[in-house]
């Protein structure tokens, strides 16, 4: 059969011919005429160069096994999506055979998936969706085979695993995080794990009994060493634990008790960011639901949390770091306006907005950013430009680690592998890909630093910079030279919020935001007639959310909603008390037009609506909680858009 080439750049079509030649070499007759029967009578004959020359491991794997390629062939797969229960079905019938080795089948199958996965998103027979999907769910398989045939293996040395109080079997739950969590996985990933168990306990072996947490380490232990370890043929997928409690340093599996004490007391911000995307893929589905259960409330919390914008201002700014000091600027995953900065924007809203807004507890990241654009959290035109750009990164991802199988988002140097890539990505040049490669970075790049970018200091504050307007230093000539008209009093009052218990046993994060919240509080509220009077009405609600300090976080990254906080606490005290009850309240401060906007019964029972199905049909304590703050909410906007002159009195009573 000869190769159709005209459709490849001269030294990629070389690189296909020369491929070829030792693809019918190393078969011999009569494989090689088998093969190029096979080829030749389909639409495979126009679509072999291209995978040829653009993935010399695709090449190297059908040199090596001309077999598999004549197998694919023949079975239609390279040109059909496989449907998810196949991947583990395929691979339970290949550990069904006779004399099948677990480490042996996960890597023949791991490479005739590849080269299946590898084809089709090279030739565009596959979208990015379909790939990600793929890879996951032959990861997904992978770890449960293994699981399964290991711990097999060691119930008969040791017993069967039960608990402690339901004297029940114990089943490993392995959670997939990061981008298998999400089912969003590239084609030369390694995949994040962490292992849990439900109850402490032991095997029930009468001559060998051992602790569960002895047993499932062992069983962790050969899940990693099937997938992990490098053999004549391969590996499966690299594993990497360190994102379990205690990173590296702590216990390879722990039970659900010691996993929730960990998140509660210890649990850091990084954390919830990684837990986002966490996902059950093996174990009792109820017992996993219930872990799961339990963690949720580390990672979305009931309040909106605006105190994750600074924290995603800290992980930036060392991700920017390590970039610099090694050089990763052409990364499309690390660099600027890659992947991650992409993820970012979606995990920042999913942590801001997730404990309330339950369509953001999702795990894929583009349904999340099109949550973001129905709530009103991202304009339709920024979620549009994302979207696009997250996909075509993802594809120029996909064909670097898709050239060799390696695990490298860095952009090629070399001219051969350039003019592969841009071919896989449909472009005549290099040149011409990198410049749409820049202009998708350079949105990204925009959309990111908008939602992490500083929040503006007021154009007075430099001013009175150089005064204390918090802490031991602060007087009455202080605060008498801001403008408050009873300065002594006022002093009294802060002074009693600072030798408060709630104040003074504030952990580090609350102090630090306390420290930067009260200066600009003052400052705000000498821009009202009353300034005291206004400051001694807020003192309370900043009394009720000090050891929650998002909502002191919330006010610092959005200066305008703290200026219509003073505003409405200033003419109303009736504001200042709800605000002060339900804290809650605040997100409302965030959206002026629809505070001083007043309500249609129309609109009202559209939102409702809307609210009440992102919940779940059986959470009758969700939808008690959704009910209440949609009242509380709305007899916010009716008292504001009165104090604002915008309802006549007779539509409030309305």
């Known amino acids: 059969m000869n190769l159709q080439l005209k459709d490849l750049p001269g030294p990629l079509a070389g690189e296909a011919q020369n491929a070829w030649q030792h693809i019918l070499e190393r078969a011999g007759e ?3 005429e088998e093969l190029s029967t096979a080829l030749s009578g389909g639409p495979e004959a126009a679509q072999l160069p291209r995978v040829l020359a653009c993935s010399p491991f695709v090449a190297d794997l059908a040199r090596r096994q001309p077999e598999l390629l004549l197998d694919l062939v023949r079975s239609g797969q390279l040109q059909e999506s496989i449907a998810e229960p196949e991947f583990r079905y395929e691979l339970q019938r290949l550990l069904g055979e006779e004399g099948a080795e677990l480490s042996s089948i996960l890597r023949r199958n791991r490479q005739r998936q590849m080269l299946r996965i590898v084809w089709r998103d090279f030739c565009r027979l596959a979208d990015t969706l379909e790939t990600v999907r793929d890879t996951s ?34 089943q490993l739950i392995v959670l997939a995080m990061g981008k298998l969590g999400a089912r969003e996985l590239n084609v030369s990933s390694d995949i994040d794990l962490i ?11 009468e001559s060998r009994p051992i602790s569960n947490e002895e047993f499932f380490t062992k069983v962790g232990q050969a899940v990693i060493n099937a997938l992990d370890q490098v053999t004549a043929q391969g590996f499966v997928f690299r594993v990497d634990m360190r994102l379990r409690p205690y990173g590296e340093s702590g216990a390879l599996v722990h039970n659900f008790a010691a996993m929730e004490e960990y998140y509660q007391d210890q649990g850091r911000d990084w954390e919830r960011y990684a837990l986002i995307k966490a996902r059950p893929v093996t174990g009792d589905p109820e017992r996993a639901g219930e ?8 990672v979305f919390r009931r309040y909106v949390d605006f105190g994750v914008i600074e924290s995603l201002r800290g992980m930036k700014q060392m991700i ?60 339709a035109e920024a979620g549009a430009e994302l979207r696009v750009a997250y996909l075509f990164l993802r594809d120029s991802e996909h064909a670097i680690q898709g050239y060799r199988d390696k695990q490298t988002q860095a952009l090629p140097q070399d001219e051969l ?21 820049d202009e998708h970075r350079g949105r990204v790049a925009e959309h990111f630093g908008e939602l992490i970018a500083a929040p503006e200091e007021e154009s007075g504050a430099a001013d009175d910079e150089e005064l204390p307007l918090w802490g031991e230093d602060l007087c009455a000539e202080t605060l008498s030279s801001l403008g408050y008209h009873s300065a002594q009093e006022t002093l009294q009052r802060l002074q009693d919020l600072q030798s408060s218990p709630r104040v003074v046993t504030l952990q580090v994060v609350g102090r630090e935001r306390l420290q930067q919240f009260m200066p600009q509080l003052l400052r705000a509220c000498v821009e009202i007639d009353d300034p005291d009077l206004t400051l001694q009405r807020i003192l309370p ?17 959005n200066s305008p909603a703290l200026g219509e906080l003073v505003a409405l606490c200033g003419a109303s005290p009736w ?47 969700a939808q008690m909680d959704a009910l209440r703050y949609f009242k509380a909410s709305h007899v916010l906007r009716v008292a504001a858009s009165e104090l604002a002159g915008r309802l006549p009195l007779m539509q409030v009573s309305d």
């Open 30 to 32: 009569p494989l090689a």
């Open 137 to 170: 769910l032959l990861a997904e398989a992978s770890i449960a085979e293994a699981l399964a045939c290991s711990q097999a293996v060691l119930e008969q040395r040791f017993g069967v695993p039960r608990g402690t109080d339901s004297g029940e079997p114990q």
């Open 195 to 205: 292992f849990a168990y439900p109850e402490a306990g032991q095997t029930d072996s």
């Open 291 to 298: 872990l799961m259960a339990a963690l949720r409330p580390f």
């Open 320 to 379: 920017t770091s390590e970039v610099r000091r090694r050089g990763l600027q052409d990364n499309v995953k690390l660099g600027h306006g890659g992947i991650r900065e992409v993820e970012f924007i979606a995990q920042c809203f999913q942590l801001i907005r997730g404990g309330r807004d339950l369509g953001l507890q999702q795990r894929e990241l583009l349904p999340v950013l099109q949550e973001c654009v129905a709530l009103g959290c991202l304009p």
């Open 417 to 437: 592998q350039r003019l592969a890539m841009a071919t896989v990505m449909d472009f005549a040049c290099w040149e011409d890909y990198l410049v749409v490669l």
């Open 541 to 557: 609600l900043v009394v009720a959310v000090v050891r929650r300090s998002a909502y002191l976080a919330l006010l610092l990254e």
């Open 575 to 621: 504001i200042s008390e709800q605000l002060a009850r339900h804290p809650v309240l605040l997100d409302e401060l965030l959206d002026r037009a629809s505070l001083y906007t007043a309500p249609d019964k129309v609109l009202l029972q559209d939102e409702l609506r809307q609210q009440v199905a992102r919940l779940a049909p059986d959470d009758l304590e």
